[in-house]
């Protein structure tokens, strides 16, 4: 059972990423995850969006990361598909952010006027030119912003394809093992686990999720950049006619829309703070649902034919945590919330580089856990 040198605690895509560029690398790893299936919390709450233009909020150390991250997407797609043989529903098509009157165009316009020196083409799109391309958006719709290189690709497929892609590279894959305690004694670490046993390997990495905060605070009180915390997100999908199915995501004023098979709309997500509840609520779905409608009004009539939630991982300054730790052996892949899908290229060659010893991407230098950015209080 410790015939390892990694463990890799979480189970989500990022861990998954990790485990496959260590593998690759001759490295004896093992993953524990504590869900019965690898990729269904964080990793499921997703649509799987590769927005870095749509998500950015500022242009920022992270932005430049994410946008890093998906520029070396299609190559990591085209890897990953070659390893397994599967689909993964991944599309490099880009995405649409919609503007809701002068106000809001104002706000785009300034956004997209610095993304365009930084990110490539933004293409601006209203009236009749608009209309003819989008006819199902809503009336309330003034102006549609079309960012070419944004991405997107079937989360629900890329979960299982990482999972086989490290299986047949030699990764041992332990579901429904949760890891609840850390311990070294400078050369080795032990994880112990809920169900008794205790794990050794020179090295580990944390890529836990939501519950990292209770297996790190005891290990490192002094760092709060370390205290993850769970940020519920609902979601549900529509069965919608093809006339009414957008080509590409779109990000409206507070719901995303994302296109999934033939006939499938994607809508999300709620973010909401309320601890380690998994509930599907009313409030929830009508948030989802009036937001899709404002939307695109003729989604009334369609047939809601699942809804899910998970916990994103939130961090303290809102920022992720990713490469070397404090401490010997140690390293980190936390905190991405929304994004990790996003990141994963770079979060698992940030993580991986560590681990072999190599020096941390430039893009990702800003994720060390030694930052200095203000907290917010968890809640």
Known sequence: MNDHEVIILGGGVLGLGTALRLAEAGKRVLVLEKNAEPAKE????????????????????????????????????????????????????GCIHLAFGASFEKRLDAKYLWQKRRAGKVERFEGEAMRARWPMLSPRVSCVFFADGDQWVDNELLGPALAAACLKAGVVLRCGVEAKGLKTDGSTWEVSCADGQVLKAAQVVVAAGAWVKDLLEPLLPKLPVLRGFPVKGQMLELKVPKELMPNVPVHAENVYLVPRGADRLLVGATVETVGFDKRITAEGLEYLLLNAFDTMPDLRGCEVTR??????????????????????????????FRRGILLLPLASETAAAG???????PEAAAFAYSRQRQLVPAP
């Open 307 to 336: 809804t899910w939630a998970g916990l994103r991982p939130g961090s303290p300054d809102g920022w992720p945590v990713m490469g070397p730790g404090p401490l010997k052996g140690l390293h980190f892949c936390l905190g991405a």
């Open 355 to 361: 681990v072999l010893g190599l020096a941390t991407p």
């Open 42 to 93: 964080a990793s499921f709450a997703s649509a799987g969006m590769i927005g870095a233009q749509s998500e950015a909020m500022e242009d920022d150390a992270y932005f430049a990361a994410t946008l890093a991250s998906r520029d070396r997407w299609p190559a990591y797609a085209a890897k990953l598909m070659a390893l397994t043989g599967r689909d993964l529903g991944y599309y490099p098509d």
